[in-house]
T-cell receptor, first 113, second 112 residues
Framework: NAGVTQTPKFQVLKTGQSMTLQCAQD?????MSWYRQDPGMGLRLIHY???????DQGEVPNGYNVSRSTTEDFPLRLLSAAPSQTSVYFC????????????FGSGTRLTVV | EDKVVQSPLSLVVHEGDTVTLNCSYE??????LLWYKQEKKAPTFLFML????IEKKSGRLSSILDKKELFSILNITATQTGDSAVYLCAAAPQGGSEKLVFGKGTKLTVNP
């Protein structure tokens, strides 16, 4: 049981490049979310999904796209990377409506130069 | 705008001390309050609180929620160096926990 798996762990991009951060979970969780964590800012919600085919925007969605074609996978796409997107990105999943919080992946540290 | 405020932002104690971390929230249609511990990497879940006045305990950690005054506390007794971490508080609105609002965290350092 791997839990929530994020790849890559580290990435350096040039301004304007695009890339996809991968997230997969094997717990059959309905809910999945992407957060970014910046120094002094806590965790901020980018996009979330309550099930396959359903996604919605969080607090800071600009510059990011998501899709949820399967229950297991929830990739985050950076369309045209900017230095302001330098951050640590966490993917998380949970059962819907049940007690207990999210299970987080180990994070992707992204640097945009 | 929904917000969660944690205090203090940073705390340094000696092993064996007892600490209290604070979390206040203003969230539309509040449903539950969650606490996480973050060491080097991913946050790990500690507690979820939904009802006022009911303490949840796990070993030396305990937490309680006050829905009238809109705050929660996390207590750690007999602290150990392994308790050193950032403790995150998050509020979940009605309709599901998919839209958590996090505080900035309290960085706890426990010195031997």
């Amino acid at each position: 049981n791997a839990g929530v798996t994020q790849t890559p762990k580290f990435q350096v991009l040039k301004t304007g490049q695009s890339m996809t951060l991968q997230c997969a979970q094997d717990m059959n969780h309905e809910y999945m979310s992407w957060y970014r964590q910046d120094p002094g800012m806590g965790l901020r919600l980018i996009h979330y999904s309550v099930g396959a085919g359903i996604t919605d925007q969080g607090e800071v969605p600009n510059g990011y796209n998501v899709s949820r074609s399967t229950t297991e996978d929830f990739p985050l796409r950076l369309l045209s990377a900017a230095p302001s997107q330098t951050s640590v990105y966490f993917c998380a999943s949970s059962y819907s409506g049940q007690g207990g919080g999210y299970t987080f992946g180990s994070g992707t540290r992204l640097t945009v130069v | 705008e929904d917000k969660v405020v944690q205090s203090p932002l940073s705390l340094v104690v000696h092993e064996g001390d007892t600490v209290t971390l604070n979390c206040s929230y203003e969230v539309t249609n509040f449903r539950s309050l969650l606490w996480y511990k973050q060491e080097k990497k991913a946050p790990t879940f500690l507690f979820m609180l939904t009802s006022s006045g009911i303490e949840k305990k796990s070993g030396r950690l305990s937490s309680i929620l006050d829905k009238k005054e809109l705050f929660s506390i996390l207590n750690i007794t007999a602290t150990q160096t392994g308790d050193s971490a950032v403790y995150l508080c998050a509020a979940a609105p009605q309709g599901g926990s998919e839209k958590l609002v996090f505080g900035k965290g309290t960085k706890l350092t426990v010195n031997p």
